[in-house]
């Protein structure tokens, strides 16, 4: 059953870090563009990163290039984001999606099929 979970949320202090992990079945881990997308309170939910599933090309959003970043454990299933440097406007619940439709640009999530249940990332000043 194609499925992705993600953990590693919490609450952090302006200028800390955090990782967040979405463990995903074999199948979408070995097949799919996986996307980290978050939604703040009363607002569209964004893309922030992308990564193919080879693993060579990571896309991400202008608003956390520098800070995050994303990898994949192929022998886990596991991918991450690694956040730095966190502000205020980097709170919400972040979501890991598998993408199914090539032919949309990858931070459109019309692209992706399959969603985890997100995790709450909440940044304080």
């Known amino acids: 059953q194609a499925q992705l979970v993600e953990s590693g949320g919490g609450s952090v202090q302006a200028g800390g870090s955090l990782r967040l992990s979405c463990v995903a079945s074999?199948?979408?881990?070995?097949?799919?563009?996986i996307a980290w997308f978050r939604q703040a309170p009363g607002k569209a939910r964004e893309a922030v990163a992308s990564?193919?599933?080879?693993?060579?090309?990571?896309y991400y959003a202008d608003s956390v290039k520098g800070r995050f970043t994303m990898s994949r454990d192929k022998d886990k299933n596991t991918l991450y984001l690694d956040m730095t440097n966190l502000r205020p406007e980097d709170t919400g619940m972040y979501y890991c999606?598998?993408?199914?439709?090539?032919?949309?640009?990858?931070?459109?999530?019309?692209?992706?099929?399959?969603w985890g249940q997100g995790t709450q990332v909440t940044v304080s000043s």
């Open positions: 999606a598998a993408r199914d439709n090539l032919d949309i640009m990858w931070y459109d999530e019309a692209a992706y099929y399959v």
């Open positions: 074999a199948e979408l881990a070995s097949t799919r563009y």
């Open positions: 990564k193919a599933p080879g693993g060579l090309i990571t």
